[in-house]
C-alpha cells in the first residue's frame, strides 16, 4: 500500500508572484513553518535542484524539478546515497493555476513508508494532510502579505 494526499488553497495574489516566492528556496525557512535551514546542493542550469532542508526533526533530502509554462513544481526524495528519513519514496508535485480570484496552488504526493517507520502509510496520510493545510495558510498569507506591500502592478504606458 501506498499513501497519497491531495490538498489545494487559493491564494489572492497573481501567479508569477505566487510561483517565484514559493519556489525560491532561500525563502522556505520564513515560508514554511516546518524548515530551519535549506541549502542548495547544486544547481547545474536544468531545471533541477538537488537542495538539502532541514525539517525540525530530520535531514531527508529533495531533488526539486522546477517547471515553466504550467509551472508545476516536482520534487522527489531520492533513495541513497541522499537519506529519505522514514520514507521508502516521496514524489511531490506543485501545481499552479491562474484563477480570477488569484492562485491556485495544489500539492500532490504519493509516498510510501518504510516498514521500519514509526507510523504506516495510513497515518502519515493523515498527517501529511494535516500538515498540509497549516502550511498552506501560512503560505497564503505570506504571499498576500508580500503582495499587499508591493502594490498594485504597474499599469502599462498608454500610446496615443
Known sequence: MTGHT????????PLDLTWEL???LGRWTQLFSEYESVEVLEQDGTDHVPADHAPRRERPGLELGLG???RPALAHRPGPPVE?????FMNITWE????TAGTA????????MKPTAPVDDAGMTEHINRNSRIQMELIRNK???HARDA???PQAAVRR
Do not use: K
Not at 491531495?6 to 495574489?13: F, R, V
Not at 496552488?105 to 510510501?112: G, K, N, P, S, Y
Open 84 to 88: 529519505t528519513g522514514p520514507f521508502e
Open 151 to 153: 502594490g498594485p502592478a
Open 68 to 70: 515553466a509554462g504550467g
Open 105 to 112: 496552488m495544489r500539492w500532490i504526493q504519493d509516498f510510501a
Open 6 to 13: 491531495d490538498n489545494q488553497i487559493l491564494i489572492d495574489a
Open 143 to 145: 504571499v498576500e502579505q
Open 22 to 24: 514559493t519556489n525560491d
Open 96 to 99: 499552479y493555476q491562474e484563477t
